[in-house]
Antibody, heavy 119, light 107 residues
Framework: QVQLVQSGAEVKKPGASVKVSCKAS????????ISWVRQAPGQGLEWMGW????????NYAQKLQGRVTMTTDTSTSTAYMELRSLRSDDTAVYFC????????????WGQGTLVTVSS | DIQMTQSPSSLSASVGDRVTITCRAS??????LNWYQQTPGKAPKLLIY???SLQSGVPSRFSGSGSGTDFTLTISRLQPEDFATYYC?????????FGPGTKVDIK
């Protein structure tokens, strides 16, 4: 079964960039997509976007357009999410999750990566 | 964007209780509705997909129903491990928005 393991916590200054990784194992990496979801402290879940691994197609939430880039490295079965021009309200736990289609749902999820933006 | 609401925002219940959580979409989403459970410090876990399909490995005390704009998640007999926050999510159209969550705690 698929397992997703994410990189460790990050502390960044406002205006900087962060790149979070999500390494997959247990299934053919190119057969599915990866979504990213974030959760600010004490808040709900926000879907950020997804990437279709086999062709690299992406679909980003409009509010993050221009600041987020999602990529994959099929040689290492790893997905990446880069967020630029960080602000304090980007402080959140960032999750990756496998896209399962027909019908669309997200399972499993990575363990989460805390990104703290602070001066 | 499709807005998702949930009610109640929180509830207190006892082990063995029947619990029902409601989720409403701002427009019809057919049965493109998923339910997740999240415990503190953990990632969300898929419980129900396509409004009423039980995810493999999830106990049968969890069930979902609904279509169009109104959906429910029911826990037939609450167990200690079910105290958590529950989120609905629409998978009808991007961005795939979540409800604000319903926290179930111990009475």
């Amino acid at each position: 079964q698929v397992q997703l393991v994410q990189s460790g916590a990050e502390v960044k200054k406002p205006g900087a960039s962060v790149k979070v990784s999500c390494k997959a194992s247990g299934d053919t990496f190119t057969s599915y997509g990866i979504s990213w979801v974030r959760q600010a402290p004490g808040q709900g879940l926000e879907w950020m976007g997804w990437i279709t691994v086999y062709n690299g197609d992406t679909n980003y939430a409009q509010k993050l357009q221009g600041r987020v880039t999602m990529t994959t490295d099929t040689s290492t079965s790893t997905a990446y999410m880069e967020l630029r021009s960080l602000r304090s309200d980007d402080t959140a736990v960032y999750f990756c999750a496998r896209d399962v289609i027909a019908p669309l749902r997200w399972d499993p999820w990575g363990q989460g990566t805390l990104v703290t933006v602070s001066s | 964007d499709i807005q998702m609401t949930q009610s109640p925002s929180s509830l207190s219940a006892s082990v063995g209780d029947r619990v029902t959580i409601t989720c409403r979409a701002s427009q019809s989403i057919s049965t493109y509705l998923n339910w997740y459970q999240q415990t503190p410090g953990k990632a969300p876990k898929l419980l129900i997909y396509a409004a009423s399909s039980l995810q493999s490995g999830v106990p049968s005390r969890f069930s979902g129903s609904g279509s169009g704009t109104d959906f429910t998640l029911t826990i037939s007999r609450l167990q200690p491990e079910d105290f958590a926050t529950y989120y609905c999510q629409q998978s009808y159209s991007s961005p795939f928005t979540f409800g604000p969550g319903t926290k179930v705690d111990i009475k």
